[in-house]
């Protein structure tokens, strides 16, 4: 198995930053594809990034783009999520999944992944 752990979440004011990490385990980390969702209170769990094993591919959201960085570091098996320009709009719970069989495929559903963590909460004030 898998075990996946999201740290970074907290209170910011609108236009601020946060800098989300996902600690996950396993020997094959570097062939993972990695990626964040998030769920804003009453609303669906939404795609918000993700990564390739490579590193070298990564994929956002509409909402997110051009305010979001999804990036790796396979030497200490973590994912970041660097956010920047919060908006009031971003606040949700965001959850790091991980999806260890290896794909080419760009993964943006919640059934696409099959290891998530407990979630970190992110709160963007106005």
């Known amino acids: 198995q898998v075990s996946v752990v999201e740290s970074g979440g907290g209170l910011v004011q609108a236009g601020g930053s946060l800098r989300l990490s996902c600690a996950a385990s396993?020997?094959?980390?570097?062939?993972?594809?990695m990626g964040w969702f998030r769920q804003a209170p009453g609303k669906e769990r939404e795609f918000v990034a993700t990564i390739k094993w490579s590193g070298g591919s990564t994929y956002y959201a509409d909402s997110v783009k051009g305010r979001f960085t999804i990036s790796r570091d396979n030497a200490k098996n973590t994912v970041y999520l660097q956010m920047n320009s919060l908006k009031p709009e971003d606040t949700a719970v965001y959850y790091c999944?991980?999806?260890?069989?290896?794909?080419?495929?760009?993964?943006?559903?919640?059934?696409?992944?099959?290891?998530w963590g407990q979630g970190t909460q992110v709160t963007v004030s106005s």
């Open positions: 396993g020997r094959a980390f570097s062939t993972y594809t």
């Open positions: 999944a991980a999806r260890a069989i290896i794909t080419q495929a760009t993964l943006v559903s919640l059934g696409d992944y099959s290891y």
